[in-house]
């Protein structure tokens, strides 16, 4: 099982960009698939989750209104799209699944991605 994800880079603050989970091993279709983010020296914290059917909670109330989470079944896929981007939005960004349910913990997912550097700055 892999989780692929992309699509990190450096934006100016007020830009946008859109996050690729890609999965390969194992079916996203009814998974929920939590994004997370993580500063250096600081615990990671979850950001949006997306459940089997597409539901979808936040745990970071900084961005309510800014960020979205989608899945393409077909792609196997979820995406995380991140508009009006901050500097206070500068992070890895991982992905992970969980097989039931949605959770803000960190411990609860299964498997995770690489990280994808998301850096705002002008």
């Known amino acids: 099982v892999q989780l692929q994800a992309s699509g990190g880079g450096l934006v100016q603050p007020g830009g946008s960009l859109r996050l690729s989970c890609a999965a390969s091993?194992?079916?996203?279709?009814?998974?929920?698939i939590g994004w997370f983010r993580q500063i250096p020296g600081t615990e990671r914290e979850g950001v949006l989750c997306?459940?089997?059917?597409?539901?979808?909670?936040y745990y970071d109330d900084t961005v309510k209104g800014r960020f979205t989470i989608s899945r393409d079944n077909a792609k196997n896929t979820v995406y995380l799209q991140m508009n009006s981007l901050k500097p206070e939005d500068t992070a890895v960004y991982y992905c992970?699944?969980?097989?039931?349910?949605?959770?803000?913990?960190?411990?609860?997912?299964?498997?995770w991605g690489q990280g994808t550097q998301v850096t705002v700055s002008s």
């Open positions: 992970a699944n969980q097989p039931y349910f949605c959770s803000g913990d960190r411990i609860a997912y299964q498997y």
């Open positions: 091993g194992i079916t996203l279709d009814y998974q929920s």
């Open positions: 997306i459940n089997g059917t597409n539901d979808h909670w």
